[in-house]
């Protein structure tokens, strides 16, 4: 009897024993789904802050590239030596938590879009304007494809092949069924003129089938809205490589920086020596890109929103090339050089071992003397001047020719040249976390903050010998509403497109 009441006991106290247990696993089970629940939704919330402190940081730095245009005191003529153009210092600038913590500084890329070819000259003006237009995008397809002549064939004063690396990997087989120049532009021209329909609404989106390369036809009466309609175009939308440029294999890139690198410190914290081995080494891989055998997208070197002239102080090598046939790379690379401060510092340096400073000009000192003004494009004459005026030494008489470009030739092309660019990208970045959130916004510039010109002083480009026009005038403030600040900038900034993005 007493055996089995023990044994009955020990029994109870054994099922007890894996209630308990079974309660405590229950328990770890629900504790740990309640522990995900709390992370995860700890997590979510920081990727909110942080999304929100990245949106405030790209907003704060789209405002501060639109005030850098804004206040260009010299807007007669525009170019990559201007402030606008040069990398942006957060120095002084004070944003962050409140427990001290300051994020990765915003990056911010202003470009101008008057470097680039517009498309709808292929509809717009003369005809002859029109045809003129035709040429010079089927010569752009030519170089971005790196089929132009000009790209193939030894340079005299390089002493080797222009497009540096194997040529022939470049051009794989498929090659032979893209549509050439010719054809690529007379379908643009039809799908620019064409207009919607009824049946357009009807008509969906589809790689599939035999029929319509395209897919989709035009579903707005204007000539293009975006340059993605490229890809809606025949022939375009087959040719990826000639639109998007060719995908870089892992071990064939131009100029790389290693992965394990770590990112280069902010620029008001570099020193002169690090600012110009920063500048030079991107003049280096800007000029190994143009070098490069493999295709370029054709994209970057378009635009919609410009009046068709090409700014000779931005527009690269290959907008410059496609202007005239007779257009060699050295006249060209001339060009480029003598144009942009950074490549004649870094010239000067590598003459004279010194090192330039980034210091502001003296007082009186003239601020840009490496960029074109509208008088220096007025004629052969003034151009062979300007250009050769960096190779001159000092005290020596500019050149009054340049070698390889005739007056014939740069006749032809003069009327594309302007110096003042009028609509700009802006594509601010900021980084927050695990989270960037990018803006890109386009602005036309009007407007100017200089005073009207004196009689005998150069006018706007484009005209001559005519005075500018008088900038307009600030209100006078309030009586005792004067707060010592200067006047606001009569420069004005319209925005044509915006769009944000996060990742």
């Known amino acids: 009897m007493v055996q089995r009441r023990s044994l009955a006991r020990r029994r109870r106290r054994g099922f007890a024993l894996l209630v308990v247990l079974i309660l405590i696993v ?7 789904g309640l522990q995900s629940d709390v992370q995860r ?26 005030a850098m245009l804004r206040l260009d005191k010299y807007s007669d003529y525009d170019s990559l030596n ?12 004070r944003f962050g938590t409140a427990d001290g913590e300051r ?17 709808l000259l292929l509809v717009r003006g003369s005809e002859e304007q029109q045809k003129q237009a035709a040429e ?20 005299e004063r390089l002493g080797e092949p222009i497009l540096v690396g194997d040529v022939r990997r470049s051009r794989s087989v498929g090659d032979a069924s893209e549509a050439n120049p010719d054809t690529l532009v007379r379908n643009l021209i039809k799908y620019l003129k064409e207009r919607v329909t009824e049946e357009s609404d009807e008509l969906e989106f589809t790689a599939e089938g035999e029929g319509d390369v395209r897919g989709m036809k035009k579903q707005t009466p204007f000539e293009m809205l975006t340059l993605g309609e490229l890809m809606q175009v025949e022939g375009w939308a087959t040719d990826q490589k000639l639109v998007y440029g060719g995908v870089r294999k892992a071990n064939e890139p ?55 002239r090409i700014n000779v102080n931005t527009a690269p090598r290959e907008i410059l090339m496609a202007l005239d046939p007779d257009l060699t790379w050295d006249v060209v690379d001339l060009i480029v050089t003598a144009r942009q401060q950074d490549r004649v510092d870094a010239k000067k340096a590598e003459e004279t071992g010194e090192i330039p400073t980034t210091q502001p000009p003296a007082e009186g000192e003239e601020e840009d003397k490496a960029s074109f003004r509208a008088g220096d494009i007025a004629n052969y004459a003034a151009f062979a001047q300007r250009v050769n005026n960096q190779q001159a030494g000092e005290g020596e008489q500019p050149a009054p020719t340049i070698e390889g470009l005739s007056e014939e030739v740069f006749n032809r092309f003069r009327p594309w040249l302007t110096v003042r660019s009028t609509v700009y990208t802006v594509e601010a970045a900021a980084t927050v976390g695990k989270v960037t959130h990018k803006i890109r916004a386009v602005y036309r510039r009007t407007g100017t903050n200089q005073a009207p010109a004196q009689p005998g002083q150069p006018g706007q480009p484009g005209q001559p010998g005519q005075p500018a026009p008088p900038a307009p005038a600030q ?11 200067p006047p606001q900038p009569a420069i004005k900034l319209t925005l044509l497109f915006r769009d944000v993005s996060t990742s």
């Open 254 to 308: 131009i100029e790389r920086r290693n992965d394990n690198d770590e990112p280069p410190p902010p620029w008001h914290e570099m020193t002169e020596e690090e600012r110009f081995e920063s500048t030079r080494s991107a003049l280096e891989a800007d000029d190994m890109r143009s070098r490069d055998p493999n295709p370029m997208g054709i994209i970057h070197f378009l635009t919609l929103y410009t009046v068709g």
């Open 103 to 119: 994020p990765r500084d915003p990056s911010v890329l202003v470009v101008d879009e008057d470097r680039k070819f517009n498309l």
């Open 41 to 66: 939704e700890a997590g979510v919330s920081g990727n909110v802050r942080d999304d929100l402190r990245a949106a405030y940081l790209a907003e704060m730095a789209l405002v501060r590239a639109g």
């Open 136 to 155: 010079v995008l089927k010569r752009l397809i030519e170089i971005c494809r790196r089929t132009d002549k000009r790209l193939l064939e030894n340079s």
């Open 475 to 485: 209100p006078a403030p309030a009586e005792g509403e004067g707060d010592g600040l």
């Open 26 to 32: 229950m328990l770890a089970v629900l504790v740990y």
């Open 82 to 93: 201007e402030e606008w153009a040069k990398t942006y210092s957060w120095e002084g600038e």
